[in-house]
């Protein structure tokens, strides 16, 4: 199937025409009546020529980012990840069927960011709907309701528990280990339930064998937290949950091979939406609204942290924006490009005309087509390095984050602070009109919401974006805390300086101890909410913090 990518030859869009050919990878086309932003991208494809980009890339060259390699030359394993890790599919297919044949009812994932949103995608999207797995829940929060949601739902000794984390040091990810370890243990289960996902050389690596777990997968560790949803990160889960790892591999590696150095730039995937996202921003459109059909949505999540950590910094940056209601063309404003990862198999009807409607309308559109779910390994591979392409192109290193120890900092110190007889107290400050007065053309207004995960919360969220967007025409974003300081929080610091910010806060009327530390989980995740609240205060952005309850009130 030949499919054209930004068809400017027969639409008069732009100076340039790249196509590619395939069935199986995904098609990728851009369309933007009467919006003459080809120029950059077409600048942006030149630069990419010019500086050979792509090839410097595959060769580990630094400086196709920066000329300091510190924090670049040790993270780019994830270039061949697949191949690293093909020599271990037996043994994760072994331990998977293990793992199938006992008694376990669950297996709980405790892990933030980059170790559990790839997961979530690849499960959510590929696991076969079957009962002979055991069944999976996600935990990477720590709000005391949430914690107490999963604990009810679960026979702790006939469950199996993933901790996950790149460091070995994740606040969260371990205060949730200690807990699930003592009720382990109250239930007569013991260091078998637990399974580690993590570097060589951590401390978890360490508890892990000091605590007898199960098993502990060391993942590469050249490979970044939001470049490793191929890395045992994302294959332990899916090899339990029944993934063919086989074809995960192969979609992976076709389209790897269709981004390598030797495929000319005009039929390189990577090289084609990399461009396009680097273009966009350049001309002043960087709010990338996507929009997947609905067996898609957690691909979308993961996207976001993707492009939010890796280009969010120096003042620059892509904003993801994701789960927005879809509105008229009129509630848009002129900085946003959409971008359409349509499955073939998928119920499209209504987002097909939406898309329709917003590209007659003048909106810039970039189409994604993919014919089946196999081709979702190779999808991520292609965002990872139009990520990384783009990057370059803007200036930026994508591999490091360093707006985000800013809050773990004011967690830190507050925790350290921290009278285990005290609360911390939330109080509201200011007001959802004290922002939306403020608004201006551009910029963005982001809901972060320390609360419970929870549908009919879920949907006050959404009419709260749907009336900011419909009265001012500026992107909206939502993120649950603490989640949110692993993905979208770098962005909220180290981007543009264009957001406005409200933090939503709840009371907590069940406290949970963690065992070994003077504070709970409430205090744990209100001193989070406070740390964040001080560091973005402290960066001279607009924020306002109100309780749920006024929110409900309103």
């Known amino acids: 199937m030949l499919t054209t990518i930004f068809p400017g030859s027969q639409l008069g869009m732009y100076s340039y025409a790249v196509s590619v050919s395939s069935d199986t990878l995904g098609s990728m086309r851009a369309c933007s009546k009467g919006q003459p932003v080809g120029a950059q991208i077409t600048a942006a494809l030149d630069l990419i020529e010019r500086r050979d980009i792509v090839r410097r890339i595959w060769q580990g060259d630094h400086t196709v980012w920066k000329s300091n390699p510190e ?23 072994t331990f998977a069927k293990e793992i199938r044949k006992t008694r376990y009812k669950h297996i ?19 696991a076969p709907s079957t009962t002979s797995h055991p069944e999976l829940i996600i935990l990477d929060s720590v709000v005391p309701s949430s914690v107490a949601s999963v604990a009810k739902a679960i026979d702790p000794s006939r469950t199996i528990f993933l901790v996950s984390s790149k460091s070995g040091t994740t606040i969260e990810t371990n205060a949730l280990y200690r807990y699930f370890r003592r009720l382990v243990d109250q239930s007569g289960g013991t260091g078998r339930n637990f399974v580690a996902i993590t570097d060589a050389g951590t401390p978890l690596e360490a508890l892990a064998e000091k605590e007898d777990f199960l098993r502990s997968f060391l993942n590469p ?16 889960v899916a090899a339990v949950l029944g993934i063919d790892l086989s074809s995960l591999l192969l979609s992976a590696e076709e389209m790897i091979a269709r981004c390598g150095p030797d495929t000319p730039l005009a039929e390189n995937p990577g090289v084609s939406l990399g461009a396009a996202l680097a273009g966009f921003t350049m001309s002043g459109h960087n709010k990338l609204t996507i929009l997947t059909s609905p067996k898609l949505t957690s691909f979308a999540r993961w996207a976001e942290q993707l492009i939010a950590e890796s ?12 789960g927005e209601p879809v509105l008229d063309s009129s509630a848009y404003g002129d900085d946003r490009v959409f971008i359409y990862l349509r499955l073939a198999e998928d119920d499209n009807g209504f987002l097909d005309k939406a898309m329709a409607h917003l590209q007659d309308a003048g909106h810039r559109i970039i189409s994604i087509d993919l014919q089946n779910n196999e081709d979702l ?16 192109i803007l200036g930026l290193n994508p591999f490091d984050q360093p707006n985000v120890e800013m809050a773990k900092r004011a967690t830190n110190q507050m925790l350290s602070q921290h009278n285990s007889d005290e609360l911390i107290e939330l109080s509201s400050i200011g007001s959802i009109d004290d922002l ?9 207004f982001a809901i972060m919401a320390y609360v419970q995960h929870d549908v009919r919360f879920e949907q006050l969220v959404t009419n709260l974006r749907r009336r900011v967007m419909q009265r001012h025409k500026v992107a909206t974003t939502f993120g649950y805390g603490p989640r949110y300081l692993h993905s979208t929080g770098q962005l909220h610091k180290g981007g543009p300086p264009t957001g406005l910010f409200l933090q939503i806060v709840m009371s907590h009327d069940d406290e949970i101890e ?26 001279g952005r607009k924020i306002v913090r109100i309780g749920l309850e006024e929110l409900i009130a309103q």
């Open 108 to 126: 709980v994932l405790l892990g933030m960011g980059g170790s559990s949103v790839g997961a979530d995608a690849l499960c959510s999207i590929l």
């Open 221 to 236: 560790s050249n490979v970044g937290g939001r470049y490793s949803v191929l890395s045992y990160f994302g294959l332990v």
């Open 436 to 444: 939306l007065n403020a608004v201006q053309p551009n910029q963005y």
């Open 377 to 392: 390994a190779g999808e991520f591979y292609r965002w990872e390095l139009a990520t990384a392409i783009a990057g370059s």
């Open 514 to 539: 963690i065992p070994g530390r003077s504070y709970t989980f409430g205090t744990l995740v209100d001193a989070q909410a406070e740390g964040d609240f001080r560091a973005l205060k402290n960066m």
């Open 311 to 322: 280009t969010g910094k120096d003042g620059v940056g892509i904003l993801p924006v994701v």
């Open 71 to 93: 924090g670049i030359v040790d993270k780019l394993g994830w270039l061949n990840l697949p191949s690293q890790l093909a020599g271990s599919f037996h043994d994760l297919e």
